[in-house]
């Protein structure tokens, strides 16, 4: 599975960015996809994962109630809605997927298989 994530871009705080992941080589329907994001000199951190349904959004505290993750597995794509961003938002964000996971939510990124090249973020304030 090769992933692309774009979407990124300049957004002044308080705004929105919609990020994607285009996945090609293999259907996501089996696979639950993630978001992760490294701000510069800061550890990668977990953003939000949603199951292969669709059905089980999971979200990091700080992401609650302004981003949102989706999936079309017809277009074998997730998005990644972000609102009312944050200066703290900056960073660059990562997609994945994974089809084996030993708990959910999936936020361990050392469980995911395949992972996107990356998208920046950066907010204005």
């Known amino acids: 599975v090769q992933l692309q994530a774009f979407g990124g871009g300049l957004v002044e705080a308080g705004g929105s960015l919609r990020l994607s992941c285009v996945a090609s080589?293999?259907?996501?329907?089996?696979?639950?996809a993630g978001w992760f994001r490294q701000a510069p000199g800061k550890e990668r951190e977990f953003v939000a994962t949603?199951?292969?349904?669709?059905?089980?959004?999971y979200y990091a505290d700080f992401a609650k109630g302004r981003f949102t993750i989706s999936r079309d597995d017809p277009k074998n794509t997730a998005f990644l809605q972000m609102d009312a961003v944050k200066p703290d938002d900056a960073a660059i964000y990562y997609c994945?997927?994974?089809?084996?996971?030993?708990?959910?939510?999936?936020?361990?990124?050392?469980?995911?298989?395949?992972w996107g090249q990356g998208t920046q973020v950066t907010v204005s304030s």
């Open positions: 080589g293999r259907n996501l329907n089996n696979y639950v």
């Open positions: 949603i199951s292969w349904s669709g059905a089980k959004p």
């Open positions: 994945a997927v994974g089809a084996s996971f030993s708990r959910w939510p999936a936020k361990d990124g050392n469980e995911y298989t395949f």
